[in-house]
């Protein structure tokens, strides 16, 4: 098969690799519909992640080809989706609702789902089949359900939003876009997009903000106050992992308010006095993407959200190296590979 390998920093190759097998008797195989490059691959990609010949992808969507002899939910060309650590959805820290820590996860990065074909660890707990074969235009969105808008509804669950709520959201790629769309659906009354490019603010106000302020650092926080009494946001969400914006996100938040925090987190760090006296929650984390999926796939079936939008540029796998270098130069927002 044909797979996505990162050499090294901005050195994305596409080439001929071995077939997945059952390897586990949990496992499946599948053959994906779609893939996509996430914005987390852009830190190996800018060199401020090891990588080092690395098979890259981890969000994917497809039909199962093959089953192991333990699968029992699934079978030979259910259409599924999955998301970015495999779980078993029995143990304690699954049935509490957090499959992204499952005490039997396995990362999907490692073998890369930038390909035409993926081994799925823990089939039955990670895999979920959608109610038939989709509609083609279905796909993007299911895609999307099975990383960036369930990080995105994540940190939106974990920073409270709710019916009455303001809600602001820092960042403006892929995932605090979805970010927006999750606080929509779970009732946010105010939704207050940061973002400073035209495009990604259109595509927020389409998925429900209702005000965008494009100052950062101090005169971000200043005007999301100024927008909300002086108090702060209800709810956060912080979905970039830098200093700044997780600065932002914290002093942008009321006393007694919530953060959901999403963007992989790279050299933060964040001041015990400051945050003794922001009197904010803070939660966060790799999103338990698992969690939302039926309940995401259903809402896309229906046709009552379309987080597929935000892909804005499709290219064959073939042509990766091309998608990445339009993510880190901006001129896309995130890439869906054909495969
Ligand atoms: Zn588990």
Same mark, same amino acid.
């Given at each position: ?24 008797? $949990? &496992? ?12 987390? @691959? ?5 060199? %401020?992640?090891?990588? &080092? ?25 259910? /259409?599924?989706?999955?998301? /970015? ?14 499959? *992204? ?28 089949? $959608? ?40 960042? #403006? ?25 035209? @495009? ?6 389409? /998925?429900?903000?209702? #005000? ?36 932002? %996100?914290?002093? *942008? ?7 959901? /925090?999403?963007?992989?987190?790279? #050299? ?9 006296? *922001? ?61």
């Amino acid at each position: 098969m044909r797979g996505v390998i990162m050499y090294a920093p901005g050195d994305v190759r596409v080439e001929d690799r071995p077939d997945p097998i059952i390897v586990e008797p $949990t &496992d499946a195989v599948i053959r994906l519909a779609a893939t996509c490059i996430c914005g987390s @691959d852009l830190w190996p990609y800018r060199g %401020a992640e090891p990588v &080092d010949h690395t098979p890259m992808g981890h969000e994917y969507v497809g039909v199962v080809t093959e089953i192991g002899a333990a699968v029992a939910t699934l079978k030979v060309g259910d /259409f599924v989706v999955g998301s /970015f650590f495999t779980s078993d959805n029995t143990c304690e820290i699954c049935r509490a609702g957090y499959p *992204s820590h499952c005490v039997r996860r396995t990362p999907i990065g490692r073998e890369g789902t930038q390909a035409e074909f993926a081994r799925i660890p823990n089939a039955d707990g990670t895999l979920v089949a $959608t109610p038939g074969q989709p509609d083609a235009d279905l796909i993007p969105s299911l895609l999307a359900a099975s990383d960036v808008l369930g990080t995105g509804w994540f940190a939106a669950v974990a920073a409270q939003v709710g019916p009455g709520k303001t809600v602001a959201v820092v960042g #403006d790629g892929a995932v605090g876009l979805c970010g927006i769309l999750a606080a929509k659906q779970l009732g946010a009354e105010r939704i207050i997009a940061m973002s400073r490019h035209a @495009d990604r603010q259109a595509l927020a106000r389409r /998925f429900g903000a209702t #005000d965008i302020v494009e100052e950062r650092g101090q005169d971000g926080i200043a005007r999301v106050k100024e927008l909300t009494g002086g108090l702060g946001a209800h709810s956060v969400i912080e979905a970039v992992g830098t200093q700044d914006a997780m600065d932002q %996100a914290i002093r *942008s938040t009321r006393a007694g308010g919530h953060v959901g /925090f999403v963007g992989v987190s790279h #050299d933060v760090s964040i001041d015990g006095k400051g945050l003794f006296f *922001s009197g904010v929650h803070l939660h966060g984390g790799p999103a338990p993407v698992r969690r939302f999926l039926p309940e995401l796939i259903q809402l896309i079936w229906d046709r009552e959200i379309d987080p597929g939008v935000v892909f804005d540029l499709t290219l064959p796998l073939e042509d990766a190296a091309e998608g990445y270098r339009a993510m880190d130069e901006r001129r896309a927002t995130k890439v869906l590979l054909t495969v």
